[in-house]
């Protein structure tokens, strides 16, 4: 292997919490853990009225993390972004350009031109949605430059083969495309092996508080299941409703929202429930980054039919876990509580994830592929 010079270009970076912070973060590590490679990163700080940082690790490793003053249709707004990323491009010359979509930000790349390859990262179509129509009037201006970016790639990564297929962005460049699952380092969730000392049967679920989870479908269910406790880890925009909701309908001795956690804590959950469930409605959740978490810790899954969406990919009905219809109390219901009255099965759908986990989510398993992409694109 010849060494590389790379550049990934994200929305957020840990200690900023999501999915694809989780696994940008992993990716890098083991890059430069593990492969002949110098690797800078340059997202925004996660903060609003932050300023521009830079943290180096040694001379293989930086994060150079953009100042924010404001937000536009879930995206941050950085003054100072297109000027670090033409500084970077101009005293880091990178050898890839690694970007992750979406992100608004990472337009800057179409202005600046740079004689790098580039490799886009399709996590997610911005979906226009009538929850909200400051997104669908965005997404109609977004979506012309987004397919000038999409003609400049050299190769685009596609998360799931659902997803592509699905995928009306993706449609004119799909052979352009691979598909490479995202992928998780599980040393990262380090557990102390902690029981809650709950006797209760354990639902986890974990997310950001917003509308496409259809948390509110989960903590329905609860009032049809007996001897269950359900735990919803995450914060956001809708987390005051989601609590007041719990209260409506009485459910506060059986339904917990402690917000944002550590990530040793998160840990501990993982390792001590007995069904992981992610509720989502919409194909705004992509992949679930959080079910190869729940997956490495031999977790039996419950996921909703996601036209589309890589969830239903990642978690094999009947095999990993069991498939039921989004916005349905009832049928998540029953999936909990088929969960709680088959320990057996449970067990045995537990240990076919983390098979298929070893298999084809772990990060090192993720990083070989998408180098062998960067070797074929330089």
């Given at each position: 292997m010849k060494e590389l010079k790379i550049l990934h270009i994200g929305k957020y970076y840990p200690p900023a919490e999501g999915g694809i912070e989780h696994f940008l973060y992993d990716l890098v590590m083991w890059q430069v853990k593990h492969f002949p490679a110098r690797v800078g990163v340059l997202v925004h700080d996660h903060k609003k009225g932050s300023r521009d940082t830079l943290t180096r690790s040694g001379n293989d490793h930086f994060v150079y993390r953009a100042g924010v003053v404001g937000s536009l249709a879930y995206a941050p707004v950085s003054p100072s972004f297109p000027v670090a990323l033409a500084r970077i491009l101009k005293s880091?010359?990178?050898e890839v350009l690694h970007v992750h979509m979406p992100n608004l930000s990472a337009l800057w790349v179409l202005a600046l031109r740079p004689q790098v390859p580039l490799v886009l990262h399709w996590h997610s179509d911005v979906v226009p949605t009538p929850y909200?129509?400051?997104?669908?009037?965005?997404?109609?201006?977004y979506r012309i430059f987004e397919k000038r970016l999409l003609k400049k790639a050299a190769l685009i990564i596609a998360t799931s083969p659902p997803y592509l297929e699905t995928s009306p962005a993706l449609r004119k460049f799909r052979n352009r495309c691979r598909v490479i699952p995202l992928g998780i380092n599980p040393a990262r969730l380090d557990a102390t092996h902690g029981k809650t000392?709950?006797?209760?049967?354990?639902?986890?679920?974990?997310?950001?508080?917003?509308?496409?989870?259809?948390?509110?479908y989960l903590i329905e269910a609860m009032q049809y299941v007996n001897g269950a406790f359900l735990t919803i880890v995450g914060d956001g925009v809708l987390r005051k409703e989601h609590k007041k909701y719990v209260e409506k309908l009485g459910l506060v001795d059986r339904v917990s929202l402690p917000g944002r956690i550590s990530n040793r804590e998160l840990a501990n959950m993982l390792y001590s429930c007995d069904v992981f469930c992610l509720p989502s409605i919409e194909?705004?959740?992509?992949?679930?980054?959080?079910l190869l978490e729940a997956m490495s810790f031999s977790k039996p899954l419950i996921t909703t039919i996601i036209e589309g969406s890589g969830v239903t990919w990642v978690n094999q009905n009947n095999v990993t876990g069991v498939h039921v219809p989004p916005r349905d109390a009832i049928a998540l219901a029953g999936a909990i509580q088929f969960f709680r009255e088959n320990p057996d099965l449970a067990?045995?759908?537990?240990e076919n994830g983390k098979r298929r986990f070893n298999s084809m989510f772990h990060i090192s398993r993720v990083a070989c592929e998408i180098w062998k992409l960067y070797e074929e694109v330089c």
């Open positions: 880091y010359r990178p909200d129509r400051t997104l669908r009037k965005f997404y109609t201006f000392g709950r006797e209760q049967f354990f639902v986890l679920s974990v997310g950001r508080f917003t509308y496409y989870k259809g948390f509110q194909r705004t959740e992509a992949f679930g980054l959080v067990k045995s759908y537990g």
